[in-house]
């Protein structure tokens, strides 16, 4: 009789947290998909008001200036006021950035837009995986962010395929009222059941001041930050480079973009495996091992012309790269001193996205002196030296570790 008064006792609590995680995820997927799909319609609609390639980059890369500059001091604002109003800044302020360029059409305000989308963006993203880590207790975390990681696979997948399709039958106008509609739940969950976001990791308001420089002097969450913009990177690099490399080996534009969705759903089904995997080893552990996987891949890719070899060779790296993300945030958030889990993401998204503006100029340099293969194979030296660090430094067991 005492056991089913225990699992009567238990069993709201753990449906109300799996009800919180999946809300929590899906606004996450609606906001990320109109975001990821708003590169693609703002791309196509700045050559259809007549732009060249230099300006379409500058307006790509507005996406990242703000996020490298402010991804800090707005991870700190989350830690202060919690989760709820960071949230319906992000979410109101991607739908208000889709709604610019049909209201008002023309090269000016796609600068304004791509700067706001990038901003807002941050806004949303950053409380949302303070957020999950929290939910459920220390036993479910990973899972917690294994499933949102997924949530993003689906949503960078989903986006620019819904964008390309609504550009093709409605037009480069309209599509970005497409987009922008998938703003509207996550507002209307946010306004109507502001109690279902928890408070962030270590109770925000409580404590958490001092200097970034405080963060990264811990060495343990400085190996997070490095290891985790060296993963960050090497994707970058592959989404990046892989287009020119299989251009020049023949390869058609289908095929590449093929081989570039192996990466994706080979980083979505390693996510899903993730829980499982944390059965045998330690979060420390597998993430370790997750480095060394892509940095395999690439030492392989200089050497492969066959286009099944290179979707064989996208798929390991998709495993390793993939893999890597989720545990990042996990153990990035058990390892970050109270008070400070989305100041500490913040400084991880700003070192991701000095490696989006840095990775393109540096990397494209080097292949254009010296050739395809040392931009895999330095990049292959650093996911190894990456992978050192993982294992000089001794992590901690997580799971272990009071929250």
């Not at 998909?33 to 319609?41: I, K, N, P, T």
């Not at 970005?176 to 507002?187: C, E, K, R």
């Not at 370790?288 to 979707?311: D, I, S």
Request: proline residues 6%.
């Amino acid at each position: 009789m005492r056991r089913t008064r225990t699992q009567t006792a238990f069993t709201p609590i753990v449906l109300f947290s799996q009800m919180t995680i999946y809300l929590i995820i899906l606004m996450g997927v609606l906001g990320q998909l109109a975001f990821s799909g708003s590169r693609v319609a703002v791309s196509l609609y700045a050559l259809e008001l007549g732009a060249n390639q230099v300006t379409v980059g500058i307006v790509i890369a507005l996406y990242a200036l703000c996020p490298m500059l402010l991804s800090i001091v707005i991870g700190k604002f989350v830690d202060r006021v919690g989760l709820w109003l960071p949230l319906v800044i992000g979410i109101a302020g991607i739908g208000i950035g889709l709604a610019l360029p049909p209201l008002f059409p023309s090269i000016t305000v796609l600068y304004v837009s791509g700067t706001l989308l990038g901003l807002a963006h941050q806004f949303f993203l950053i409380p949302i995986e303070a957020g999950v880590g929290g939910i459920g207790g220390p036993k479910k975390r990973t899972a917690n962010y294994a499933v949102l990681s997924m949530g993003w696979s689906a949503a960078n997948f989903l986006g620019p395929l819904i964008a390309g399709f609504s550009i093709d039958h409605i037009g480069h106008v309209q599509v970005y009222w497409v987009l922008a509609s998938f703003s509207v739940l996550p507002l209307l969950i946010l306004w109507f059941r502001p109690g279902l976001l928890p408070r962030t990791a270590m109770h925000a308001g409580k404590g958490g001041h001092g200097s970034v420089l405080e963060l990264w002097r811990i060495s343990t969450l400085r190996t997070i930050f490095i290891t985790g913009a060296v993963i960050n990177s090497a994707h970058n690099l592959f989404q990046f480079y892989f287009p020119i490399y299989g251009h020049a080996l023949g390869i058609s534009a289908s095929a590449i973009g093929t081989i570039l969705g192996v990466v994706s759903a080979a980083a979505f089904l390693i996510r899903g495996v993730v829980p499982y995997l944390m059965r045998k080893r330690t979060e420390a552990e597998i993430l370790t091992y997750a480095v060394f996987v892509a940095a395999f891949a690439f030492m392989l890719l200089p050497f492969v012309g066959n286009p099944y070899a290179l979707a064989a060779i996208a798929f390991l790296l998709g495993l390793g790269a993939g893999c890597a993300n989720p545990l990042s945030m996990s153990l990035l958030y058990v390892l970050t001193p109270p008070g400070r889990v989305a100041e500490s993401l913040g400084l991880l998204k700003t070192m991701f996205n000095v490696t989006h503006l840095v990775i393109p100029l540096v990397f494209g340099s080097v292949g254009a002196a010296f050739g395809y293969a040392p931009v895999f194979l330095s990049n292959a030296a650093m996911l190894v030296g990456g992978g050192l660090l993982m294992r000089k430094t001794r992590l901690p067991v997580a799971d272990l570790r009071p929250r």
